[in-house]
């Protein structure tokens, strides 16, 4: 199984701010097959980026993937308040997909 | 619209059974891979099993396999998923997810339902 690490745990940020999250796989992701969601608190997640670096229907442009083979970022530019929320990574290079244990992006 | 839609959770024995449904509007199922994904309360996401588009190829987690089992209706535009033997472990909220690609047996998720709550408990 590919496990996921996502880093940091939580970030604490203000609407405007820039951030940088980060997953690290145990294995090379077959594929760059890769994504990100955001879950806000009592919705379903949201697809931002698959393929490491390609933004899902939608998303707007402050979002953007970058990485491959083990380490991948998400980078949002500026913080939207809806952009508050968890984050998950997720491989599908091979099964089992897995995923990240999920970064918090709190509102300072 | 596109959208999926899942039958109601219910609380279940552990050692019993269900199955879930999840129902497919604005688009046909045989037309991507299809996944369960299911989230313990207050915990992350965890994949749970996938079919083909084609339905001939199932893929399911170590941790529910020979427990559970995923399907498809196309004439019913229906995915299934058959879970026996259920354990206090397999409380969640399980949701049924699209694959983006359109062609990918196993994916990333751009269409989600709002998930149906499983309880196993005595």
């Known amino acids: 199984e590919n496990v996921l690490t996502q880093s940091p745990g939580s970030l604490s940020l203000s609407p405007g701010d820039g951030a940088t999250l980060s997953c690290r796989a145990s294995?090379?992701?077959?594929?760059?097959?890769f994504a990100w969601y955001v879950q806000r608190p009592g919705q379903t997640p949201r697809l931002l980026i698959h393929?490491?670096?390609s933004r899902a229907t939608g998303i707007p442009d402050r979002f953007s993937g970058s990485g491959s083979g083990t380490d991948f970022t998400l980078t949002i530019s500026r913080l939207e308040p809806e952009d508050f929320g968890v984050y998950y990574c997720?491989?599908?290079?091979?099964?089992?997909?897995?995923f990240g244990g999920g970064t918090r992006v709190e509102m300072k | 619209e596109v959208q999926l839609l899942e039958s109601e959770g219910t609380l279940v024995q552990p050692g019993g059974s269900l199955t879930l449904s999840c129902a497919a509007a604005?688009?046909?199922?045989?037309?991507?891979?299809m996944s369960w994904v299911r989230q313990a309360s207050g915990k992350g996401l965890e994949w749970v099993s996938a079919?083909?588009?084609?339905?001939?190829?199932?893929y399911v987690a170590d941790s529910v396999k020979g427990r559970f089992t995923i399907s498809r209706d196309d004439a019913k535009n229906t995915l299934y998923l058959q879970m026996n033997s259920l354990r206090a472990d397999d409380t969640a909220r399980y949701h049924c997810?699209?694959?983006?690609?359109?062609?990918?047996?196993?994916?990333?998720?751009?269409?989600w339902g709002p998930g149906t709550m499983v309880t196993v408990s005595s």
């Open positions: 079919i083909s588009l084609s339905g001939d190829s199932t």
């Open positions: 997720q491989q599908y290079g091979y099964p089992p997909l897995t």
């Open positions: 393929s490491a670096s």
């Open positions: 997810a699209r694959g983006v690609s359109g062609w990918f047996s196993y994916d990333a998720f751009d269409v």
């Open positions: 294995q090379s992701v077959s594929g760059n097959y």
């Open positions: 604005g688009f046909a199922l045989k037309r991507h891979g």
